[in-house]
């Protein structure tokens, strides 16, 4: 790729412009059971660092460091198969059953209990999906009761009888995953799968009123029912449902990286798209109420690596999915944070997929180490920083020409209003060969003075976290930005994660 001598960037910050509050279901991630994201993920008795519980203390400690606010279980393509009742009770008296989803044996000694002890310890926020694949509303409804009940019926008492007399208390749940998706169990029409979410969800609300509820969007934006599927499941479901769900993954392809340098352009016109498509809904039903997206899954996965005819089948926890990301994966994964942050108006949960080894920022051997991925590094930030006020910033810098998106420029930022007296500049430098000059008027924001610049970037666009060296990709902190005269100038180094933190 070959750009102009000088690449240049500016935007405005001004407290007065805003996006909106972020939420902080944003900063969700996702536990399936997949490949090892449980077994020797999060859970492996016997470990040096695992807890009474089983949980590995190393993971856990790692989970709060990134900061996640929300974890989605159980599934993903498995809970379109899943019993529930598999996974509680004596772990003697659970079943081995296949899971056809990921050709695994799924032994249940971790489940629904064990997944709330969990979420308790690492301090998030349960988000429970529910099998509409294979079961429907009953076993929904009885699933509630058994969470969420006090006590005095079968199925909450039954939780008792496993030892949690207090109610989990769940408050969040989907309705169902993928199911427009053929390669689902249980795949349905959109007019199949609304019916049966609308029906679930009057259910639901019946046990416990004040669920919060997340419709089946589109698995994603390149399936040939898109928008339809939103609109004719919507229909159905607008006023049982608060949420409806998107899906999203990105990789680099033929070695176009200007391409998934930009991926974001696509989170954005996917965004945009499904948020008009509710509304247009909201009118049609005559609905006062206006619905928010969940984006419950998205990352940088490298499907086009897998190759079926040599993975494991039938196999406990094979080692599936274990995308190892480099510094440009890192790069695109601190793009799409921005793309949530500009969107926190109407994006106000979304989940990294997926938390530990399976294309995940946490990676563990078993019986060994675990350690932080290069994606690990902007998600923490955003975490941390990325709470308050999104603040409408209007960039503009040097554009380039990309084969998937067109011409786009070469900064991608947001600014977030972290309390009264910091604002927070996130920016990603698309340019693989150049640094960008930022100038930014922060006039608005009053005199203000540069706290810190840190930088995720590296001479090696391929670097990348190993078991044998864990810490090749780290962020670093930079000197040069300054405020003077009401401008921040800053120097985003080429192919770069930025964090510039201001304070007044």
């Known amino acids: 790729m070959t750009h102009d001598e000088s690449a240049r960037a500016s935007l405005t910050i001004d407290p007065a412009f805003e996006v909106g509050e972020v939420n902080p279901r944003l900063f969700g991630s996702f536990v399936e059971h ?6 020797t993920g999060v859970h492996e008795p016997g470990h040096p660092a695992a807890r009474e519980d089983g949980l590995r203390q190393d993971v856990l400690d790692l989970v709060r460091e990134l900061g996640v606010t929300l974890v989605r279980y159980p599934g993903g393509n498995f809970v379109s198969g899943y019993r529930w009742e598999d996974g509680v009770g004596p772990l003697s008296e659970r079943p081995r059953r296949l899971d056809p989803a990921w ?17 308790e310890v690492a301090g998030v926020e349960p988000m429970m999906a529910l099998n509409l694949g294979t079961r429907g509303p009953q076993e929904a409804r009885e699933l509630l009761e058994y969470c969420n009940h ?39 029409t959109a007019e199949e799968y609304g019916r049966i979410a609308a029906e679930t969800a ?29 609109s004719t499941v919507l229909e159905h479901t607008y006023e049982h449902v608060d949420h409806i769900s998107c899906h999203a993954y990105y990789e680099e392809s033929g070695g176009d990286v200007d391409s998934f340098l930009a991926s974001a352009q696509d989170m954005e016109h996917f965004i945009d798209s499904v948020v008009a498509t509710c509304d247009h809904v909201r009118a049609k039903v005559r609905s006062t109420k ?24 039938w196999e406990v926890a094979p080692r599936l999915l274990e995308d190892n990301y480099t510094l440009t994966d890192a790069v695109v994964v601190g793009s799409l944070l921005v793309t949530l942050l500009r969107h ?34 902007p998600f ?27 011409e786009v420029d070469l900064l991608h930022a947001t600014a977030v209003q972290e309390d009264e007296d910091t604002v927070v500049v996130f920016a990603v430098n698309r340019a693989t060969d150049l640094p960008l000059e930022l100038v930014a008027d922060v006039r608005g924001a009053g005199s203000t003075r540069v706290l810190e610049h840190r930088v995720l970037a590296d001479s090696d666009r391929h670097a990348r976290n190993t078991a044998a060296e864990p810490d ?32 007044r």
Not at 104 to 119: A, I, P, Y
Not at 357 to 365: D, F, H, L, R, W
Not at 387 to 405: C, F, I, K, N
């Open 103 to 119: 050709c695994s044996v799924e032994t249940n000694e971790f489940g629904l209990n064990e997944f709330m002890r969990f979420v």
């Open 380 to 406: 923490a930030d955003a975490a941390r920083h990325g709470r308050g006020r999104v603040l409408r910033v209007e960039p503009r810098s040097t554009r380039h020409d990309t084969a998937q998106y067109g």
């Open 202 to 230: 009057r259910v639901m609300r019946m046990v416990d009123p004040g669920v919060e509820l997340v419709a089946c969007g589109s698995s994603n934006s390149a399936m040939p029912t898109f928008a339809a599927w939103e």
């Open 472 to 503: 090749r990709v780290r962020p670093r902190t930079l000197d040069g930005a300054v405020v003077e005269g009401g401008a921040l100038t800053a120097t985003l180094p080429p192919l770069s994660w930025n964090v510039i933190r201001l304070r």
């Open 150 to 188: 006090p006590g005095g019926t079968a199925w909450s008492d039954l939780r008792r009888s496993h030892g949690h007399d207090e109610p989990h208390r769940i408050g969040f749940w989907c309705l169902g995953n993928e199911l427009d998706g053929p390669w689902q169990m249980g795949h349905k």
């Open 290 to 313: 206006r619905l928010e997206l969940s984006f419950d899954e998205w990352n940088v996965w490298y499907r086009g690596l897998r190759d079926p005819a040599t993975e494991p089948e």
């Open 34 to 39: 997949l490949g090892r994201c449980v077994y």
């Open 344 to 377: 926190c108006d109407r994006v106000t949960a979304a989940c990294l997929a997926q938390l530990v080894n399976v294309i995940a920022p946490i990676m563990t051997e078993p019986g060994g180490p675990a350690w932080r991925q290069t994606t690990f590094f």
